[in-house]
Every structure is written in structure tokens, then in C-alpha cells.
């Protein structure tokens, strides 16, 4: 491993042990995005209303937590770092509580599904948060850092592959009498969960044992952190409130289209297990083909041009599969639904999986004009829009489905109701992705910057080193940002 200041290079067993962290979330993130509501509306019996609203309020309370963990986090001092402690502190009970999701011990009760609901919301970001501030404590450097994403968002969509095209091929294993839809008793799913809930486990495991923290705030400063720092940074860091409403209107959008994407399967399309574990596992192909290639892609034509094009890509993916759905003629064929969810999934992998580079350079802008690298509170706030996010992501589809009277106990719904499914897989998330292409425009940071902003915070530290008396840990917040060559 090359050691030079805060630019550190890593090993590929490091970088995929990183990685790993993400994989394990992305077992119990993608299940949860993509199958919860289907669970509790059809083997739960809950109304397709009540999870609607479950799922908003239980999001909002994720919001709500989110600053404080933010803030502990960027507190918090152990031997074991101050970041990866929270991999085993948090993700033990947070796999427990998952498979708990998935327990029909207490049908159709309202106050058990927010229980246990919560309760797992709560565990999820008390790893998530940690462990997206713990990229940014690595290294500084920036072709790591993007290596270091490339690999996670890899290992992130193994995960996707693993939930989408694995999970409905297990409930199948697990109820051998399945022939035509997702199975509606509990056995299968609780032990499907069971076994994804272990190697997430032994994949947080795996993380917490490979990453070393190297770039983080001494305690003094740490000390000093508070929750009104999230409010501060958000003003002050003007590339951070960019990414933060991308962050924002992608999980939006990425809820509202992954939550409905079993049901357009189901009812849309008649298709059975088989079917949508086809579907849903193509979902994952692509950002292990493409992922790879960014770092080449992005030197070839921009950062910004990257978004621009694999959003645009997405766009038209969705509007294959809703052209192929709504005219009789192509309907049949299924081929086109296929690579219509191959070319959506390509771009918004590849889009939503770079996004996660620019968290690092926006915590190294914010060190930059105030001097202090509070990696826990960016990535509350980042984690705060993107919950919002998946907040009314989650909550949407249930009210419109309820609107357009959806019925679980019928293997047949009503055209308004499939018209619907239809608009939230497709329509609505491609008109938010035009907004997202607007958002990611303002973005101001070029690599070369990013550069030379991480060497200046590095000869600071150096300064500081040598003579603490002539080299202030804080620089002034006026003249930091007028050094920089762009308007902020």
C-alpha cells in the first residue's frame, strides 16, 4: 500500500472489503425497495392505504433520526475507529429485525408492521450513515476514491442481482406447489429472508475487519461537533445542496418505480415467478457490465456528461417498456420488455451508483472553507433528501394504487388501476429524471479541483504539524472561498 500523507492507495482486499458493506445494505435495502409492500399488502393483508402511510410516517421518523446520528457518529471515539464500530454495533440487531419484517407471527396487525418497521429504519441507518462517512475516511485520494466506488457500487448491484433474480427463485424453492405468483404465506418468505439476513451479516463482518480510518477529525475537533452543524454546512456548501436534492428526486423516483415494478409483473404483464425473478435480476446485469468503464467513460466525456447521458438512457428504457405495454401489438412481445428494462437499468445504475464519488469531494469543499472534515454530518444530510426521497417514493404508489382501487385478492385489477402501475413504473419516475438532469447541471466541482483542493488541505495539516502556533486549524470562511476559482 502507497502511504503519502492522506493520499493513500489501497489494496484490492481492502477495496473489496469496503465494498462488501454496501453488498450486505444492498441485501436488505433492495428486499425492503422491492418487496415489502407486496409482502404486506398480499401475504400480510394490510390495505394497500394503511402501507401507503406506513410507509411515509416510518420515513419520516428515519428523517427526523437521521441529524442526530449524523452528529454521534462524527462524535464518537472507540479502538475500534470512529465509523466502522457502528458495522457490528448497528448491523446485528438490524439483521435480526429484517428477518423479524418478514414474520406473519401477528397477520394483518397494524401496530407489529410499524414495530418492527421502525425499528429496522432506525438500525439501517445507524450502519448506513457510518459506513458512507467512512469512504470519505479511506483516503483523500480521488482515482482511489473513485475505484473505491466503482468497486462498492459494483458489489451493490451483486446484491441487486442477488434480491432480484435470488429472491423470488428461494420462495420458489422454499413453496415447491408456486406456479403463477409471489407466494402469499409467510414460511417461504421468513426463510428466504433468513439466509439473506446471514450473509449480510457475515458480509458487515467482512467490512469492519478490512477498513481502516485514516482521514477523520482528531477528538478535539470532534468534540465540538453539534447538530446545528448540519444546518451550517448545508448553507455554507453550495455543491453539497446540489447533490443533496439529486440525491432527493433519484430515490424518489428510484422508490416509486422499484416499488411497483412486482406489481406491473403481476398484474400488467400476468407473469409468474419465474418471470419477475427474469425481470427483476436483469435490473442488476448492467452496472456490473458498465460500472467498470465510469472512471474511462467519465475522463472520455465529462463528468456532468456522464449524468446527461445515462439519464437520458433511462428515459428511454422506460418509455420502451410503456410503448410495449399499451399497444396490443408489441405487447406480446416480451423481448422488448426485457431490453427495455435492460436499457433503464443501465442508466440509472450507472447514474445513481456515480453519484456516491461526489459525496467525498463535497466533504473535502466543506474542510476546505471551514476546516473541519465532518464526513457523519454530510452524510446525514445526504441521507436525510434521499430518505425524504424514499419517504414519498415509498408512500406515493400506495395512495395512487388505492386511489385507482387496487385489489391484492384479485388476480385481475381494473384498467385504471393497471394504467396506474404502468405511469409509476415508467411516466412519472421518466419526467423526474428530466428534473434530476436539471439538479446534477449545477454541480461545480471538476476533478482537477477537487485535486487541488485536497493538496491544499493537506499542506494545511502539514503546516499545522510543523508549527501549530502559524498554521490555523480553521481558515477564514471569506477568503478560503474566494480562493477558488468558480462562484459559489
Same mark, same amino acid.
Given at each position: 500500500?502507497?502511504?503519502?500523507?492522506?493520499?493513500?492507495?489501497?489494496?484490492?482486499?481492502?477495496?473489496?472489503?469496503?465494498?462488501?458493506?454496501?453488498?450486505?445494505?444492498?441485501?436488505?435495502?433492495?428486499?425492503?425497495?422491492?418487496?415489502?409492500?407486496?409482502?404486506?399488502?398480499?401475504?400480510?393483508?394490510?390495505?394497500?392505504?394503511?402501507?401507503?402511510?406506513?410507509?411515509?410516517?416510518?420515513?419520516?421518523?428515519?428523517?427526523?433520526?437521521?441529524?442526530?446520528?449524523?452528529?454521534?457518529?462524527?462524535?464518537?471515539?472507540?479502538?475500534?475507529?470512529?465509523?466502522?464500530?457502528?458495522?457490528?454495533?448497528?448491523?446485528?440487531?438490524?439483521?435480526?429485525?429484517?428477518?423479524?419484517?418478514?414474520?406473519?407471527?401477528?397477520?394483518?396487525?397494524?401496530?407489529?408492521?410499524?414495530?418492527?418497521?421502525?425499528?429496522?429504519?432506525?438500525?439501517?441507518?445507524?450502519?448506513?450513515?457510518?459506513?458512507?462517512?467512512?469512504?470519505?475516511?479511506?483516503?483523500?485520494?480521488?482515482?482511489?476514491?473513485?475505484?473505491?466506488?466503482?468497486?462498492?457500487?459494483?458489489?451493490?448491484?451483486?446484491?441487486?442481482?442477488?434480491?432480484?433474480?435470488?429472491?423470488?427463485?428461494?420462495?420458489?424453492?422454499?413453496?415447491?406447489?408456486?406456479?403463477?405468483?409471489?407466494?402469499?404465506?409467510?414460511?417461504?418468505?421468513?426463510?428466504?429472508?433468513?439466509?439473506?439476513?446471514?450473509?449480510?451479516?457475515?458480509?458487515?463482518?467482512?467490512?469492519?475487519?478490512?477498513?481502516?480510518?485514516? *482521514?477523520?477529525?482528531?477528538?478535539?475537533? !470532534?468534540?465540538?461537533?453539534? @447538530?446545528?452543524?448540519?444546518?451550517?454546512?448545508? =448553507? %455554507? /456548501?453550495?455543491?453539497?445542496?446540489?447533490?443533496?436534492?439529486?440525491?432527493?428526486?433519484?430515490?424518489?423516483?428510484?422508490?416509486?418505480?422499484?416499488?411497483?415494478?412486482?406489481?406491473?409483473?403481476?398484474?400488467?404483464?400476468?407473469?409468474?415467478?419465474?418471470?419477475?425473478?427474469?425481470?427483476?435480476?436483469?435490473?442488476?446485469?448492467?452496472?456490473?457490465?458498465?460500472?467498470?468503464?465510469?472512471?474511462?467513460?467519465?475522463?472520455?466525456?465529462?463528468?456532468?456528461?456522464?449524468?446527461?447521458?445515462?439519464?437520458?438512457?433511462?428515459?428511454?428504457?422506460?418509455?420502451?417498456?410503456?410503448?410495449?405495454?399499451?399497444?396490443?401489438?408489441?405487447?406480446?412481445?416480451?423481448?422488448?420488455?426485457?431490453?427495455?428494462?435492460?436499457?433503464?437499468?443501465?442508466?440509472?445504475?450507472?447514474?445513481?451508483?456515480?453519484?456516491? *464519488?461526489?459525496?467525498?469531494?463535497?466533504? !473535502?469543499?466543506?474542510?476546505? @472553507?471551514?476546516?473541519?472534515?465532518?464526513?457523519? =454530518? %454530510? /452524510?446525514?444530510?445526504?441521507?436525510?433528501?434521499?430518505?425524504?426521497?424514499?419517504?414519498?417514493?415509498?408512500?406515493?404508489?400506495?395512495?395512487?394504487?388505492?386511489?385507482?382501487?387496487?385489489?391484492?385478492?384479485?388476480?385481475?385489477?381494473?384498467?385504471?388501476?393497471?394504467?396506474?402501475?404502468?405511469?409509476?413504473?415508467?411516466?412519472?419516475?421518466?419526467?423526474?429524471?428530466?428534473?434530476?438532469?436539471?439538479?446534477?447541471?449545477?454541480?461545480?466541482?471538476?476533478?482537477?479541483?477537487?485535486?487541488?483542493?485536497?493538496?491544499?488541505?493537506?499542506?494545511?495539516?502539514?503546516?499545522?504539524?510543523?508549527?501549530?502556533?502559524?498554521?490555523?486549524?480553521?481558515?477564514?470562511?471569506?477568503?478560503?472561498?474566494?480562493?477558488?476559482?468558480?462562484?459559489?
Amino acid at each position: 500500500m502507497n502511504t503519502v500523507s492522506g493520499f493513500q492507495r489501497l489494496s484490492w482486499v481492502q477495496r473489496i472489503g469496503f465494498g462488501s458493506g454496501d453488498l450486505a445494505q444492498n441485501l436488505i435495502y433492495q428486499t425492503i425497495s422491492l418487496y415489502l409492500m407486496f409482502y404486506y399488502t398480499n401475504v400480510y393483508h394490510l390495505n394497500v392505504v394503511i402501507v401507503g402511510t406506513m410507509f411515509f410516517i416510518v420515513r419520516l421518523v428515519d428523517v427526523i433520526l437521521n441529524p442526530f446520528v449524523g452528529t454521534m457518529v462524527d462524535k464518537t471515539s472507540t479502538r475500534f475507529g470512529r465509523y466502522r464500530a457502528y458495522l457490528l454495533i448497528g448491523g446485528i440487531p438490524l439483521v435480526f429485525i429484517f428477518v423479524l419484517c418478514f414474520w406473519n407471527g401477528f397477520s394483518g396487525s397494524v401496530f407489529y408492521a410499524y414495530v418492527s418497521y421502525v425499528a429496522l429504519t432506525i438500525f439501517y441507518t445507524l450502519v448506513n450513515v457510518p459506513y458512507g462517512a467512512l469512504n470519505a475516511s479511506l483516503t483523500r485520494d480521488n482515482k482511489e476514491i473513485s475505484i473505491l466506488t466503482t468497486v462498492r457500487m459494483i458489489m451493490a448491484n451483486i446484491g441487486g442481482l442477488i434480491v432480484g433474480f435470488g429472491v423470488p427463485r428461494l420462495l420458489k424453492y422454499f413453496d415447491p406447489n408456486l406456479s403463477t405468483d409471489m407466494p402469499e404465506t409467510d414460511g417461504p418468505w421468513l426463510a428466504a429472508m433468513s439466509i439473506l439476513g446471514i450473509a449480510a451479516l457475515v458480509l458487515l463482518i467482512f467490512c469492519f475487519v478490512e477498513c481502516k480510518e485514516r *482521514v477523520v477529525m482528531d477528538n478535539a475537533q !470532534s468534540s465540538r461537533v453539534k @447538530i446545528s452543524d448540519l444546518w451550517k454546512e448545508l =448553507i %455554507v /456548501n453550495r455543491p453539497l445542496r446540489v447533490l443533496c436534492f439529486f440525491f432527493f428526486i433519484s430515490f424518489t423516483l428510484l422508490f416509486i418505480s422499484n416499488s411497483t415494478a412486482t406489481y406491473y409483473i403481476n398484474y400488467n404483464m400476468h407473469g409468474n415467478a419465474d418471470m419477475l425473478s427474469l425481470f427483476m435480476g436483469i435490473a442488476s446485469i448492467p452496472a456490473l457490465i458498465f460500472m467498470p468503464m465510469i472512471p474511462k467513460i467519465k475522463d472520455l466525456i465529462g463528468k456532468k456528461e456522464l449524468f446527461y447521458f445515462f439519464l437520458l438512457l433511462a428515459i428511454v428504457g422506460m418509455l420502451l417498456i410503456y410503448i410495449t405495454t399499451v399497444i396490443p401489438t408489441l405487447s406480446n412481445y416480451v423481448v422488448l420488455i426485457y431490453i427495455g428494462q435492460f436499457v433503464r437499468s443501465t442508466g440509472l445504475a450507472v447514474a445513481t451508483g456515480y453519484m456516491w *464519488v461526489l459525496v467525498p469531494e463535497v466533504i !473535502s469543499y466543506g474542510e476546505f @472553507i471551514h476546516g473541519r472534515r465532518i464526513s457523519g =454530518i %454530510v /452524510n446525514s444530510l445526504t441521507g436525510l433528501f434521499f430518505k425524504v426521497g424514499m419517504m414519498l417514493g415509498g408512500a406515493i404508489p400506495g395512495w395512487v394504487l388505492g386511489f385507482l382501487q387496487f385489489n391484492p385478492n384479485s388476480a385481475t385489477q381494473s384498467i385504471m388501476a393497471q394504467h396506474g402501475i404502468l405511469w409509476l413504473f415508467t411516466i412519472i419516475p421518466a419526467i423526474m429524471l428530466l428534473v434530476a438532469m436539471f439538479i446534477i447541471s449545477r454541480y461545480n466541482l471538476d476533478d482537477n479541483e477537487v485535486e487541488r483542493i485536497n493538496r491544499e488541505i493537506e499542506s494545511r495539516r502539514e503546516k499545522e504539524r510543523k508549527n501549530p502556533s502559524k498554521a490555523p486549524a480553521v481558515p477564514d470562511l471569506k477568503e478560503a472561498r474566494n480562493a477558488l476559482p468558480f462562484p459559489d
